[in-house]
């Protein structure tokens, strides 16, 4: 998921979802990739998420990249936007790169920093250094034409120059963590990724698992269950839901977990209105699918 994009479509409808109006202390929102966004789309996605609810819960945003797209190291326009809707980030640098490309990533971190100071504190809420990295590095992610992942050696070099970079800034203070399957945390040659973070990101999509029942009300259940067997591997580590979510659309769908916005808003219900009960951060994948915007 994420920076490369799916061929597949996820679709946030107002209309198909309860929205709970309580505000609560942990952080909600959706993840926004770089490609097909400037400073007014990603203002416009991010108020638009923000009046899902009346009391605005839906007011965090996951990012993959620091690089707004089309540039070298320019900083992502989603922080003035976010800035300006006082939209909480959870920032991103992508690590499924080779060193020189990182350091643009770290470039661009560095840049924000210098020019937003004390106002990117204010909206930032974690940093994670890549995103399914080492599931795409594993056999199981080959076997699915996943895209380039990352060695653990490697990934955990960035992690280090991540926290080097934040050293005496405004952000020394922010948490460091990494996004990734559950696959990938429970493989343990790469137990090291644990104990070099302060949160771990995990993105879990039942719908894509091929070995599980297909009714939606099964995929809640391989949700929670995905959830829980995470937390004894964590060392007492934060977990937040960084991606899950259900397709409205699957064109490249034969057989298996049926699409549709009925099951959608079904697995909605059964999930992300527990993570708000749990008071667990999460970041639903997708608000909607850019044709949409």
């Known amino acids: 998921m ?41 203002h416009n996605q991010f108020s638009l998420s923000r009046s899902l609810s009346e009391s605005g819960t839906f007011s965090s945003a996951r990012l993959y990249t620091m690089i707004q797209e089309g540039t070298d190291t320019s900083v992502i326009e989603a922080i003035p936007a976010a800035k ?33 100071g004390q106002d990117l504190r204010d909206i930032v809420i974690g940093i ?17 034409d996943s895209g380039a992942g990352q060695d653990i050696s490697v990934l955990l070099g960035y992690i280090q120059q991540v926290r080097d970079k934040l050293k005496h800034s405004v952000l020394h203070d922010i948490p460091v963590g990494h996004v990734d399957t559950l696959d990938a945390y429970t493989n343990h040659t790469n137990s090291q990724i644990l104990e070099a973070v302060d949160f771990i990101g995990l993105n879990i999509f039942p719908y894509f698992n091929q070995d599980q029942a297909t009714s939606v009300d099964a995929a809640a259940d391989s949700f929670w269950k995905a959830y829980e067997s995470m937390l004894p591997l964590s060392l007492g580590k934060p977990v937040w839901i960084t991606e899950t979510g259900w397709p409205t659309v699957d064109p490249s769908k034969i057989g298996g977990a049926s699409p549709g916005v009925e099951n959608a808003a079904k697995y909605w219900s059964k999930v992300a209105c527990e993570l708000q009960a749990r008071c667990i951060n999460f970041w639903w994948y997708i608000l909607a699918d850019p044709a949409q915007m």
């Open 84 to 116: 300006a809707t006082q939209t909480k980030l959870l920032l991103g640098l992508w690590a499924s790169v080779d060193a020189d490309s990182f350091s643009k990533e770290l470039h661009a971190l560095n840049s924000a920093m210098n020019t937003y």
């Open 2 to 42: 994420g920076q490369g994009g799916v061929a597949m479509h996820f679709l946030i409808l107002q209309a198909i979802f309860t929205i709970a109006n309580t505000a609560l202390a942990n952080y909600q929102g959706f993840n926004y990739a770089a490609q097909g966004n400037n400073y007014a789309s990603f």
């Open 128 to 144: 994670s250094v890549g995103s399914e990295d080492l599931y795409r590095s594993s056999v199981l992610g080959a076997s699915k």
